[in-house]
């Protein structure tokens, strides 16, 4: 059963950094595409950073994001982090990590973890 388990939200000034966490069980990390995706209030969930399995660990950004934000992975561990840079206050959502098993896109989700930036 592939499970993903994040941490790592909290409350932030703007200009502060936060890491993500999110542990996965049920597979490994080079079978699937991975990522992580952010719902704020009142708007659509939009994707924020990914790696792509398919296409040799590549890691793509939101152009929101890019420049601050680092996706990366420890296999030994099942892990895989966002670290959150120079965060703004539009930064502000609930932060998911999920994976990509080529059945269905995007088919498995955490449960989310709030970021907050205050000004």
């Known amino acids: 059963e592939v499970q993903l388990v994040e941490s790592g939200g909290g409350l932030v000034q703007a200009g502060g950094s936060l890491r993500l966490s999110c542990v996965a069980s049920?597979?490994?990390?080079?079978?699937?595409?991975i990522g992580w995706f952010r719902q704020a209030p009142g708007k659509e969930r939009e994707g924020v950073a990914c790696?792509?399995?398919?296409?040799?660990?590549?890691?793509y950004y939101a152009d929101s994001v890019k420049g601050r934000f680092s996706i990366s992975t420890d296999n030994a561990k099942n892990t895989m982090y966002l670290q959150m840079n120079g965060l703004k206050p539009e930064d502000t959502a609930v932060y998911y990590c999920?994976?990509?098993?080529?059945?269905?896109?995007?088919?498995?989700w955490g449960q989310g973890t709030q970021v907050t930036v205050s000004s």
């Open positions: 790696i792509s399995s398919s296409d040799n660990g590549r890691t």
């Open positions: 049920g597979f490994t990390f080079d079978d699937y595409n």
């Open positions: 999920a994976a990509d098993s080529y059945r269905a896109a995007w088919d498995y």
